[in-house]
């Protein structure tokens, strides 16, 4: 056991200027309307983060660490409403590194933080019209927690869905009417309220 707590704590004395440095990186390129050029590193070094955060039992760091990698990869620039999430997801890191001590880690309180709670039964949801890097985010929190994931280019297709191949759920980037099953709409969440509003119990 104190070799076990020699290795947290090991990691969260180097890892934590890291990511500060890394928090600081990101901002700048996102304040500077996130040119694709300067992604590359970024998803190199988050990806270090989403894996070695989990490994030494910092499960909630890996996991926010995970969404913003998503976020980056693909290439296309990203919207306004792109950033602004990822921005949210920043702050959320940036929480989570200052946080870092070998205390939080599960490794060693034996406690399994539960960043995805599954719902009761596995849901149909059809994210529809969302920019990539959302689609990206939110199949994957779907994944996780809710169960399949469908995604169609434009809104408006959810006009022509037959009533016997409804979702369970749509997630629309405006609010839409009379679809006959539910419709969310997407707004930029922290890492907490990223499905908050789904009217799924």
């Known amino acids: 056991m104190e070799a076990l707590q020699g290795v947290v704590a090991g990691y969260v004395s180097s890892m934590r200027p890291r990511g500060e440095a890394f928090s600081l990186d990101l901002v700048s390129w996102l304040q500077a309307e996130a040119p694709p050029d300067g992604a590359e590193a970024l998803v190199a070094a988050v990806h270090k983060f989403a894996g070695s955060a989990g490994s030494a039992g910092f499960m909630r760091l890996s996991a926010v660490a995970t969404l913003i990698e998503i976020a980056l990869r693909g290439g296309a620039p990203l919207t ?91 997630v629309v980037p405006v609010a839409m009417a009379d679809l006959g099953f539910p419709v969310v709409v997407f707004a930029p969440r922290r890492f907490d309220d990223l499905t908050a509003d789904w009217p799924i119990s």
């Open 80 to 170: 306004a409403d792109d950033r602004a999430l990822v921005g949210l997801l920043a702050e959320d890191f940036a929480a989570e590194i200052a946080a870092l001590s070998p205390d939080r880690s599960s490794l060693l309180t034996g406690e399994q933080t539960e960043i995805y709670v599954p719902f009761a039964q596995p849901y149909r949801v059809l994210l529809a019209g969302l920019s990539e890097a959302v689609s990206r985010i939110l199949s994957h929190v779907v994944e996780q927690r809710l169960g399949m994931v469908w995604t169609l280019p434009e809104a408006a297709m959810l006009s022509a869905v037959p009533a016997g191949r409804a979702p369970d759920l749509a």
